[in-house]
């Protein structure tokens, strides 16, 4: 069965820090993959996918961005965070038409 | 292009009452549409989907029907329990090449004992 892990769970970083959060997928090839912001109470942000190994697209113009390097790892980063990069940081899989499943997420605090 | 749109919270309501939450679509064709639960502090998970017009989808007792001639895809549940709060999301396929997903705004639903 496809299993979909996202690390770290909760992160607290400083302002200006870097930032790396790491989402890996098992059992299935070729994913799509998602990254999505949900700000405290909000919905959900699209912040990029991918469909292939290097291809990135970018949902919204931000100080984040993701690399796919393996076929089934995608990565959030940051080179310098802001206060308002905070929020829980979810990532997700899809194939074909099929629903998208989701990781447990990443809750990112800024100080 | 195409759009969700979910009725606002929160939902209150006591154990044992009667589910149901809004959700309309907009789309070219007809897309695949699904419901997500969100529990507190965790990722969303695939409660529910109808792939096509007229289908129902079903799963812990929540149902949708896909209804073409109202673009709906209302949640209900006939008997709900304290687990059951959470936050409910609508969506559907944005785009069949990328999977993208709109997402509605989510619901919020607290059952009270």
């Known amino acids: 069965s496809q299993t979909i892990h996202q690390w770290p769970a909760t992160l607290v970083q400083p302002v200006g820090s870097p930032l790396s959060l790491e989402c890996t997928v098992e059992g299935t090839s070729n994913p799509n993959l998602y990254w999505y912001r949900q700000a405290a109470g909000r919905g959900l942000q699209l912040l990029f996918y991918s469909v292939g190994i290097g291809q990135i697209s970018s949902e919204v113009p931000q100080n984040l961005s993701a690399s796919r390097p393996q076929d089934r790892q995608f990565i959030l980063s940051s080179k310098k965070l802001l206060l308002s990069d905070s929020g829980f940081y979810l990532c997700?899989?899809?194939?074909?038409?099929?629903?998208?499943?989701f990781g447990d997420g990443t809750r990112l605090s800024i100080l | 292009g195409n759009s969700v749109t979910q009725m606002e919270g929160p939902v209150t309501l006591s154990e044992e009452a009667f589910l149901t939450i809004n959700c309309t679509y907009t789309a070219t064709g007809y897309p695949s549409l699904f419901w997500y639960v969100q529990y507190p502090g965790e990722g969303l998970q695939l409660l529910l989907k109808?792939?096509?017009?007229?289908d129902k989808g079903s799963n812990k007792g929540f149902e949708a029907t896909y209804r073409k001639e109202t673009t709906s895809f209302h949640l209900e549940k006939g008997s709900v329990q304290v687990s059951d709060s959470a936050v409910y999301f609508c969506a559907g396929h944005g785009s069949s090449n990328t999977g993208k997903l709109i997402f509605g705004q989510g619901t919020t639903l607290q059952v009270k004992p």
């Open positions: 109808a792939t096509k017009a007229d």
């Open positions: 997700a899989w899809s194939v074909k038409n099929q629903p998208q499943h």
